[in-house]
């Protein structure tokens, strides 16, 4: 279990920027710990914003929140089928 500030030192990130991840990831903010699959994820994301662009289809636009967060949709409901 993971908690908000071990994120922000895992990461080397402002409490601000984990709270932003963690929203972009459609996670709760208010909660104090977070599963290793729910880390797992908020990794995804970083991983994504620090690229700074992602690619859907054949456009490549820079990454927001709202981007990420569709991203991480796309790909979950892309391992259920």
């Known amino acids: 279990m993971t908690t908000k500030k071990m994120l922000q030192s ?3 990130i402002s409490y601000p920027t984990v709270i932003r991840t963690l ?3 459609g996670l ?3 909660q104090r ?3 290793a699959s729910e880390v797992a994820l908020f990794a995804q994301a ?3 914003f620090q690229v700074q662009y992602l690619t859907i ?3 490549a636009r820079r990454v927001t929140a ?3 967060t569709a ?3 796309m790909k979950s409901a892309q391992s259920y089928e």
């Open 10 to 12: 895992q990461f080397h």
């Open 23 to 25: 929203k972009a990831c």
């Open 28 to 30: 709760s903010t208010t």
């Open 33 to 35: 710990w977070y599963s």
């Open 46 to 48: 970083r991983r994504l």
């Open 57 to 59: 289809g054949s456009s």
């Open 66 to 68: 709202k981007a990420v």
């Open 71 to 73: 991203y991480l949709k």
